[in-house]
């Protein structure tokens, strides 16, 4: 396994039509395209897909996990933003 | 057209098949890279899918009643009838993926003649695996271009490979009187017209790739007729040693 000079791929997949592209994982490929085969492989060989987006790890800016506390803890007391007080009908399916 | 004619046919697409999935499935947990390998096994596995549906259609049209794991496992070397190339050591991946550029792109052709075939199973088969073709053959000639014009030592492996395995692509376009008069019935497909088409897109590629065409003219052949490199017979041993060891094993 020699691929350390390849860059990272951050691998998102729509598992079907309407829904969002999750992520499903990373793995190394030399270009874009090298990635799009690397990731029809590795990661829709059980028919999870239908669509695949990659980008390249490096290209992802993340929160600093040290940042946690005052980031997201503020909205544990917050319950009023949830949306639980409307009734949904059944038509709309997936919010 | 004899019921006979149609098994032997079948058998030697069967053959194709199988034993170039054995020779891929070699490579599973020896890729290069981790996302190599698994591509590989993929492809590799359907092979064998399109083996299995192959013998078991043989097995339908075979007088001596077999069934098609004794079909695929149990037969003696001068039985089988893939071509040559099929069965030569994987070597390393410029050679496995050379070859599997220059028999995927021969393939989809055949099969997209096959397509129209007045056979019910073979259109219905042909069609499925187009599918499974249009992958395999993108997927050898991304790596023909990325050796051909990669660096002075991929280059040279991967043009090696191109000249070496030259001698053994004039099997795949052979037709015999078997595949001549079940062309003529619009059974089978006639591999000789594919030739044009297919060094065409060869040549476009190995343009692309930085690669010369290979000149040699002579080629090999004798796997139709059950005459096999001095390889097929280890390959054999190794696939049919669990079902010649514990006939009929089920698990």
């Not at chain 2, 069967?14 to 996302?35: M, T, Y």
């Not at chain 2, 028999?103 to 219905?124: I, M």
């Not at chain 2, 051909?148 to 001698?167: F, M, Y």
Request: hydrophobic share 40%.
């Amino acid at each position: 396994m020699s691929n350390s000079n390849w860059p990272l791929w951050e691998i998102f997949i729509r598992s079907k039509n309407g829904l969002a592209h999750k992520h499903a994982g990373s793995l190394h490929a030399a270009d874009a395209k090298m990635a799009i085969e690397n990731a029809r492989d590795v990661y829709t060989r059980r028919m999870e897909g239908v669509s695949i987006w990659v980008v390249r790890s490096a290209d992802i800016v993340a929160s600093a996990p040290a940042d946690k506390d005052f980031l997201f803890d503020p909205a544990n007391d917050k319950v009023y933003r949830h949306p639980t007080f409307y009734d949904i009908p059944p038509e709309v399916g997936h919010m | 057209m004899t019921q006979l004619q149609q098994f032997n046919y079948t058998i030697r697409l069967a053959d194709d098949a199988l034993i170039l999935g054995q020779r891929l499935s070699e490579w599973c947990g020896h890729g290069p890279i981790l996302e190599e390998d698994i591509a590989l096994a993929n492809i590799a596995l359907d092979y064998i899918g399109q083996a299995t549906n192959l013998y078991k259609h043989a097995a339908q049209l075979d007088t001596q009643k077999r069934d098609e794991d004794a079909l695929a496992l149990t037969r003696m070397e001068q039985e089988y009838n893939n071509i040559l190339m099929l069965e030569l050591p994987n070597g390393d991946y410029a050679a496995t993926i050379m070859r599997q550029y220059y028999y995927t792109s021969f393939y989809l052709l055949f099969l997209d003649k096959l397509k129209s075939s007045n056979d019910a199973f073979f259109s219905g088969f042909a069609e499925k695996s187009i599918k499974e073709l249009r992958y395999h053959v993108q997927h050898a000639s991304d790596w023909v271009k990325r050796m051909g014009d990669g660096t002075e030592e991929s280059h040279k492996r991967i043009q090696e490979a191109a000249n070496q395995l030259w001698p053994y692509v004039g099997e795949m376009f052979g037709m015999d009187a078997l595949e001549n008069e079940l062309a003529n019935a619009g059974y089978a497909v006639d591999r000789a017209l594919l030739v044009d088409e297919w060094k065409k897109q060869c040549t476009a590629l190995f343009d692309e790739a930085t690669l010369a065409m290979p000149t040699e003219a002579w080629h090999h052949k004798g796997g139709r007729e059950g005459r096999h490199t001095e390889h097929m017979g280890f390959l054999l041993a190794e696939m049919q040693f669990m079902q010649r060891a514990y006939p009929g094993a089920k698990w």
